[in-house]
């Protein structure tokens, strides 16, 4: 007689499984639900971020520029986080006017003397005219009350979009930190380290 009751205690409703009890049902429930945050916080590791903006700023162009800082404090201005990304012909546009270092080559001395000093020397990609069309397009601005390249860039620091430029085009064209513009959100990074913020952004544009 023990041993049947014995027996019917070790199955369940008649279905040959041992019976739970509560305390264990809800550990494995706890055990499921565990399981379940870890899969979603994976999830939201490899996921895109909808609300960061990268921008790889590669010409040095006036008119391109602008059209860079446009976005960016457009989206900035949005609530977006915004990451400008400047490399090889765009870096040397964010010197500062007058400012060189004398301890360098005679190849980045080249580079200094033929590259924009400042982001008020940059040239336009169509109708420059050997400044001709940058003196137009300046008083067209001026008059239609347009913001130019070096209000954009201070736009762009009011709203915390930050610049990143590049140590390797640093390097090759002998530009040194002391020479570039006072921005409060300017860093120094490689091609490796902005590729690892774009796999985690939403949007990245090459301009």
Known sequence: MQSAQSNLSELGNGSGQPMVS????????????????????????????????????????????????????????CGM??????????????????????????????????LPSSANKTKLSQMDFGGLGRVMMQREMNRKNVCDLEGLIETAAELDVNIQVCEMSMQLMGIRRSELIDYPNLDYCGVATFVGQAAHANTTMFI
């Open 81 to 114: 986080d915004v990451r400008m990304f400047f490399t090889f012909w765009a870096t040397p546009a964010l010197r500062k006017e007058g400012i060189r270092e004398s301890n360098k080559s005679l190849v980045e001395r080249a580079f200094g003397w033929m």
């Open 22 to 77: 509560d305390s264990q049902r809800w550990q494995q429930l706890e055990n499921q639900l565990d399981g379940m945050q870890r899969q979603l916080d994976q999830l939201k590791e490899g996921a895109s971020d909808p609300n960061q903006l990268n921008l790889v700023v590669f010409e040095g162009y006036k008119d391109r520029l602008m059209a860079a800082f446009v976005i960016a404090t457009g989206a900035a201005a």
